[in-house]
């Protein structure tokens, strides 16, 4: 992912004229002020992470035990809810692309765009280019065809291949940015058209008022900050476990808890070196480079692989992804009883709650780097650029791998009959030629992108727990920093995956009711904008249709005054104006006429 650091470093001023907030608005007495974190924000959401980190470590068997009640509990009575939520989030953001706020800019109405169109595009990519998509490219699609979604089961192998990439990409493309663009879009208007913090509860000020300024935006921030350190911790924790089982696939070293443990230690502490060094630069040229090495491994496999057959796969999976998107947006498996909540909480579920989690993350990114695009523009390069990328990086590895399952049954299996998710990617790679090369490359793309999202996920929660701070302290960094890595051990230990996936679920249920506060209150701020320069439009029409009335009127008067008037000298033009506005005046000022 590109650093966070390299997005907008400043506020403007905002629309109306008002200067920058650097940390907290300027009419707000108890503003936090710069270099100190917000304490009502930031220890009630450390103390409630740190306190879920002891009771993992020292009442293990209980708290999996909780989290597995649950995860069964939330599924079963909310898992309509998500579905329904995020639905919901794509015609908000397919609506906001299309209407009438379109063209408002976010940013003052002369702000040109921060970044050019392809270097705007390429820092969206890098998004959501990730651990996740390294660790679910492969492993998804082969995971849905060797164990099909429930009711799919007896369908033919062609079926099973073509509802596997139909399915993911469903869970990572338009449904996971929309979710993006309605945090997005509600940061980057609060933060560039109105000068506010970086912090969520100002993308509510249009629906909450001043309230935002009380406990009640406290409470937003910490649920804010609490769901981006679990999210980013997931994926991290997704992120170890691959290292982990590559390692072990490589006869390096064994893999297991103790190993994935030292992994998260190691690469956290890299990830706060970074920051007590102040590497920013570094960093960047880190995650720049790391971008590369994935698309050189991408074009590797594309290559190497079934290359015809991979394009036309892709071609035809986005075809039937399109066909079936209203389908498979509202399936709940709800015929299928006990499995299909099983499978939802496995898959669509989890991810609709993992990427909720994110939003905050992604969203504050996105945000920093949109001054002055349009609306219209910032929806549809975020719903669409990241979502066609996504489906060639699927398209290539779970295309791959699933032609290496369909001409060769059993090969990306684990021997039980089900797929080991952490080394299907090993698995693959290790069917090319210089394999164990691919495999290290891997490895590498994995540590990178763990050690760049541990880097701008702590400064992300920092600024949130800052008040907004665009340069939080880094004593603070460091802090978060350290608790994500904690929050990623104890969620290894709690379970691995399954914790992994139950956490991002119950994570998501609170802040999905921010997040539809969010989208009311950016429909509310674009519509009075909106009314407002529909008035300002009136005006001077009205202002413009009135003096072209008088020009006329004038000038034919002028054109006939020795007719009317033989016995008088034509008044100037400009003084015939003059008196007519001065008569105006003299009449609207008269108290009795």
């Given at each position: 992912m ?7 470093p400043?506020?403007?001023a905002?629309?109306?004229?008002a200067?920058a907030?650097?940390t907290?608005d300027?009419?707000?007495p108890?503003a936090?002020?710069?270099?100190r974190?917000?304490?009502?924000v ?8 740190l306190l879920f980190?002891l ?6 068997d ?6 597995s009640t649950?995860q069964?509990d939330?599924?079963?009575?909310f ?6 939520i995020?639905?919901a ?8 692309g299309?209407?009438?706020f379109?063209?408002?800019v976010l940013?003052?109405d ?11 595009f ?6 959501g280019?990730?651990i996740g998509l390294?660790y679910w490219?492969?492993a998804?699609?082969?995971?849905l065809y060797v164990s099909?979604k429930?009711?799919l089961e ?9 509802s596997?990439?139909?399915q993911?990409?469903l869970?990572w493309?338009?449904?996971?940015w929309a979710?993006y663009?309605v ?8 933060i ?9 509860r100002?993308?509510?000020e249009?629906l909450?008022g001043n309230r935002?300024k009380?406990w009640?935006g406290?409470?937003?921030d910490?649920?804010?900050?609490v769901?981006?350190?679990?999210g980013?911790?997931?994926?991290l924790g997704?992120g170890?476990?691959q290292i982990?089982?590559g ?8 893999a297991g808890l ?8 190691a690469?956290?502490?890299i ?7 102040g590497l920013g630069?570094g ?5 720049n ?5 994935a698309?050189?491994?991408?074009v590797?496999v ?8 991979l394009?036309r ?6 075809g039937?992804?399109?066909q ?6 509202f399936?709940?498996?709800a015929?299928?009883?006990?499995a299909g909540l099983d499978?939802?909480?496995s898959?669509?579920i989890f991810?609709?709650g993992?990427?909720?989690s994110?939003?905050p993350f ?5 945000a920093?780097?949109?001054?002055g695009r349009?609306v219209?523009?910032f929806v549809m390069g975020t719903?669409?650029?990241p979502?066609i990328?996504t ?7 779970g295309?791959a791998?699933l032609?290496q399952e ?5 090969s990306m299996?684990?021997?039980a009959g089900g797929?080991?998710?952490n080394t299907?990617l090993?698995?693959l790679?290790?069917?090319f030629?210089?394999?164990a090369v691919?495999s ?5 793309l994995i540590v990178?992108?763990f050690v760049?999202s541990?880097?701008?996920g702590s400064?992300v929660?920092?600024?949130?727990a800052?008040?907004?701070n665009?340069?939080p302290?880094?004593w603070?960094?460091i802090f ?7 929050v990623a051990?104890?969620?290894l230990v709690?379970?691995?995956?399954q914790a992994?996936?139950?956490v991002a679920i119950?994570i ?7 997040m ?6 950016t429909?509310r701020?674009?519509s009075?904008e909106?009314a ?11 202002a413009a249709?009135?003096?072209q009335v008088?020009t006329?009127v004038?000038?034919?008067?002028s054109?006939q ?5 033989p016995?008088r000298?034509r ?10 506005r001065?008569r105006?005046?003299?009449?609207d000022?008269?108290?009795v006429?």
């Amino acid at each position: 992912m590109t650093s966070i650091e390299d997005a907008a470093p400043s506020q403007p001023a905002d629309a109306d004229g008002a200067g920058a907030r650097g940390t907290g608005d300027a009419h707000d007495p108890d503003a936090p002020r710069s270099g100190r974190p917000h304490p009502a924000v930031f220890y009630p959401a450390a103390g409630l992470i740190l306190l879920f980190v002891l009771a993992t470590v020292m009442f293990t068997d209980t708290v999996t035990g909780v989290m597995s009640t649950l995860q069964s509990d939330v599924i079963g009575v909310f898992g309509w809810y998500y579905i329904i939520i995020v639905v919901a989030f794509v015609v908000f953001s397919l609506w906001m692309g299309v209407s009438r706020f379109g063209d408002i800019v976010l940013g003052k109405d002369d702000d040109e765009p921060l970044f050019r169109l392809p270097v705007w595009f390429a820092m969206l990519f890098a998004t959501g280019m990730g651990i996740g998509l390294v660790y679910w490219g492969v492993a998804e699609p082969v995971s849905l065809y060797v164990s099909p979604k429930p009711g799919l089961e007896g369908s033919s192998d062609a079926v099973l291949a073509q509802s596997a990439m139909a399915q993911s990409y469903l869970h990572w493309g338009i449904h996971a940015w929309a979710i993006y663009v309605v945090a997005g879009l509600a940061l980057a208007y609060a933060i560039h058209r109105k000068g506010r913090p970086v912090s969520i509860r100002w993308a509510l000020e249009p629906l909450l008022g001043n309230r935002v300024k009380g406990w009640l935006g406290d409470v937003i921030d910490v649920i804010a900050v609490v769901g981006t350190v679990f999210g980013v911790a997931t994926s991290l924790g997704f992120g170890v476990l691959q290292i982990a089982a590559g390692l072990g696939y490589l006869d390096v070293v064994d893999a297991g808890l103790p190993l994935e443990i030292g992994l998260v230690a190691a690469i956290t502490a890299i990830a706060t070196m970074s920051v007590v060094s102040g590497l920013g630069k570094g960093i960047k040229w880190l995650s720049n480079g790391n971008m590369i090495l994935a698309g050189v491994v991408m074009v590797v496999v594309l290559v190497l692989g079934p290359t015809l057959f991979l394009m036309r796969e892709w071609v035809q999976s986005i075809g039937y992804y399109l066909q079936s998107f209203i389908r498979l947006s509202f399936d709940t498996t709800a015929f299928q009883g006990e499995a299909g909540l099983d499978w939802q909480s496995s898959w669509t579920i989890f991810y609709w709650g993992w990427w909720i989690s994110w939003a905050p993350f992604v969203g504050v990114f996105i945000a920093r780097i949109s001054r002055g695009r349009t609306v219209r523009e910032f929806v549809m390069g975020t719903l669409f650029v990241p979502t066609i990328v996504t489906t060639l990086w699927f398209a290539v590895f779970g295309g791959a791998g699933l032609s290496q399952e369909m001409a060769s049954p059993g090969s990306m299996q684990d021997g039980a009959g089900g797929v080991d998710q952490n080394t299907a990617l090993f698995q693959l790679l290790d069917t090319f030629p210089a394999g164990a090369v691919l495999s290290v490359a891997a490895i590498v793309l994995i540590v990178v992108f763990f050690v760049t999202s541990s880097d701008s996920g702590s400064l992300v929660v920092d600024m949130l727990a800052s008040g907004g701070n665009p340069n939080p302290p880094t004593w603070s960094r460091i802090f978060w920093a350290v608790v994500e890595g904690l929050v990623a051990i104890a969620l290894l230990v709690a379970g691995g995956l399954q914790a992994l996936q139950t956490v991002a679920i119950l994570i998501a249920l609170p802040f999905s009711v921010i997040m539809i506060g969010m989208a009311v209150a950016t429909v509310r701020a674009l519509s009075a904008e909106h009314a407002a320069l529909m008035r300002s439009e009136r005006r001077q029409a009205r202002a413009a249709l009135t003096d072209q009335v008088t020009t006329r009127v004038t000038e034919s008067i002028s054109e006939q005054w020795e007719e009317l008037y033989p016995d008088r000298p034509r008044q100037p033009r400009h003084e015939a104006q003059h008196g007519s506005r001065a008569r105006r005046r003299t009449r609207d000022d008269d108290p009795v006429g």
